[in-house]
């Protein structure tokens, strides 16, 4: 299975009324700048997706800082711009790679077969010249038929029982930076640590120069690994977890699963013990 598509084939797919554009930038400092973004130039056809209005809930006590958006909320988001089950989806960001996979990661739990991530995001598409454009497509609505698809996710119970009587598997996979991982800094969140047990697997390793790492690259980063794992992926707040998801599927694990409330959920529970250092 594919997971990205390149801006040349995307390109030539601009009038195919089947394939549907989705628009996820963002800035975590700055939350009004992906829209603002958008309204000033996208790619044609694209429809724009909030990270915090429609990719996420809103914040409570616990659940982390993106909680998973309520899901017959995002089918009805979805079914607003004429996304159904046989429309192929391709969401794009600046290039980062995260709020683009967030969306993926989405609609593949929401039971679509056809979702890809825009390799090199808009900043690629941009350098090569493609059309851009102010105007916003029109709104043709569609019927989703959703099937959630339950494996995709691991609970904070899962995540806790792992913990708490030391289990080897499923293994846990934080895709964070080092320096975050390790203790050493924690701009964030309540307290500077890791998740005890877990490994550091920066997502931004899978990527080069905006680019998405292939396959065979991606199998390097995660050489160590047996691919009859079961992995839990998680992050600071559920985002930048979703890029490594995909590495790892497209590293050829089958069984993956995102923790979404990541370690802002984990550290949400004040009893929770952390680690620092490496494991």
């Known amino acids: 299975m594919d997971f990205v598509v390149s801006k040349e084939w995307l390109v030539e797919q601009l009038h195919n009324k089947d394939v549907k554009i989705v628009d996820c930038r963002f800035a975590l400092g700055n939350p009004t700048e992906g829209?603002?973004?958008?309204?000033?130039?996208?790619?044609?056809?694209?429809?724009?997706?909030?990270?915090e209005k429609q990719l996420s809930a809103p914040v409570a006590k616990h659940g982390g800082r993106h909680p998973l958006p309520d899901m017959g909320q995002f089918k009805h988001e979805i079914e607003k711009v004429g996304i159904?089950?046989?429309?192929?989806?391709?969401a794009y960001d600046g290039?980062?790679?995260?709020?683009?996979?967030r969306f993926w990661w989405l609609l593949t739990y929401l039971g679509h077969d056809n979702v890809y991530v825009l390799n090199e995001g808009f900043k690629g598409w941009g350098e090569a010249g493609y059309p851009t454009t102010k105007e916003q497509p029109e709104e043709e609505p569609a019927s989703f038929k959703a099937k959630i698809r339950?494996?995709?996710?691991?609970?904070y119970e899962e995540v806790k029982e792992i913990v708490d009587l030391k289990k080897r598997s499923p293994i846990l996979i934080d895709s964070r930076d080092e320096s975050r991982y390790l203790g050493?800094?924690?701009?964030i969140d309540r307290i500077a640590g890791h998740i005890p047990g877990a490994i550091n697997k920066c997502?931004?390793?899978g990527m080069e120069q905006g680019r998405i790492k292939n396959s065979e690259e991606q199998k390097q980063r995660f050489s160590e690994?047996?691919?009859?794992?079961?992995?839990?992926?998680?992050?600071?707040?559920?985002?930048?977890?979703?890029?490594?998801?995909?590495?790892?599927?497209?590293a050829g694990f089958k069984n993956v699963r995102l923790y979404a409330g990541s370690y802002s959920d984990w550290v949400?529970?004040?009893?929770?013990?952390?680690?620092?250092?490496?494991e």
């Open 184 to 187: 050493e800094v924690e701009p």
């Open 95 to 101: 290039g980062e790679g995260q709020f683009a996979s």
């Open 268 to 278: 949400s529970y004040e009893e929770n013990q952390v680690a620092k250092g490496k």
């Open 203 to 205: 997502w931004v390793e």
């Open 84 to 90: 159904d089950n046989s429309k192929t989806v391709v």
């Open 150 to 155: 339950k494996d995709m996710l691991a609970s």
């Open 35 to 51: 829209e603002q973004l958008y309204q000033e130039s996208h790619i044609p056809e694209a429809f724009y997706f909030d990270l």
């Open 225 to 250: 690994l047996n691919k009859e794992d079961e992995i839990i992926v998680y992050c600071g707040s559920g985002v930048t977890a979703t890029p490594n998801y995909i590495a790892l599927k497209m």
